[in-house]
């Protein structure tokens, strides 16, 4: 049985400015930097979290796995500073979407360096 996610990979272009993103902008530490053969993986989270990003080269594994999807999977984090953090990643320049009002609380999305959006919401009390 799976019983938590362990990690989320993301085919990016740039693995060295997608890594910049994630640290310099979110605030996410680099749990690994490696390299094996012609493969590199990057593996970032927030500080203690229990799932992890992967940032894998988007034309490696194309070419690795032609019939591959390498579309940016749908993430959505959640904050306990919801406020902090949308005024945060717009004082760092970063595209950050308007806040929608949904039942179960508060989203806004937000976009990387290379224009892939993700989600981030306050769940309702």
């Known amino acids: 049985m799976i019983n938590k996610i362990g990690q989320v990979m993301l085919y990016v272009n740039n693995q060295d400015e997608s890594r910049d993103f994630w640290t310099e902008k979110l605030g996410f530490e680099v ?14 989270a927030p500080k203690d979290a229990a799932t992890t990003i992967v940032l894998h080269n988007k034309e490696f594994v194309a070419k690795m796995n032609p019939g591959m999807n390498l579309g940016t999977p749908s993430l959505m984090f959640f904050t306990d500073n919801f406020d ?6 717009k004082n760092k ?5 308007e806040i929608v009002e949904l039942p179960n609380g ?20």
Do not use: C, H
Request: proline share 2%; net charge negative.
């Open 106 to 125: 508060r989203v806004f999305n937000f976009a990387d360096n290379e224009q892939n959006y993700f989600a981030v919401m306050e769940k309702a009390q």
């Open 84 to 89: 902090k953090l949308n005024s945060d990643l």
């Open 31 to 44: 749990i690994a930097d490696e390299t094996s053969g012609p493969v590199r993986f990057i593996e970032l």
């Open 93 to 97: 320049n970063v595209t950050v979407g």
